[in-house]
């Protein structure tokens, strides 16, 4: 079983730069893919990336591509999301999910564990 609390979101201008942790409890965080998703007011759950068990594997949606970095450190049960040059368009909720699959794309789905949600709102 594992927990996870987002930090990390708040008010930033476009062009701007935000690092959202997720902390994850439990003894089997390594044996859990992660993932960070986003849904903005009236939208669908969007997939943004994933990394898998060890760290060595990541994947991204082109709309996080060259901006947002997932990374984490297993020692300290912490996943991250680096956002960086953010847009007005990436306004939304957005949460860590772990998995028991590297599962890449999707709406979360096969996703075991989510987090209550970071909100960031980039003013333009």
């Known amino acids: 079983q594992v927990q996870l609390v987002e930090s990390g979101g708040g008010l930033v201008q476009a062009g701007g730069s935000l690092r959202l942790s997720c902390a994850a409890s439990?003894?089997?965080?390594?044996?859990?893919?992660m993932g960070w998703f986003r849904q903005a007011p009236g939208k669908e759950r969007e997939f943004i990336a994933v990394?898998?068990?060890?760290?060595?594997?990541?994947n991204y949606a082109d709309s996080a591509k060259g901006r947002f970095t997932i990374s984490r450190e297993s020692a300290k049960n912490m996943v991250y999301l680096q956002m960086n040059t953010l847009k007005p368009e990436d306004t939304a909720v957005y949460y860590c999910?772990?998995?028991?699959?590297?599962?890449?794309?999707?709406?979360?789905?096969?996703?075991?564990?989510w987090g209550q949600g970071t909100q960031v709102t980039v003013s333009s």
């Open positions: 999910a772990a998995s028991s699959r590297y599962i890449i794309g999707g709406t979360g789905g096969g996703y075991d564990h």
């Open positions: 990394i898998n068990r060890s760290g060595a594997a990541t």
């Open positions: 439990g003894r089997s965080f390594s044996s859990y893919a």
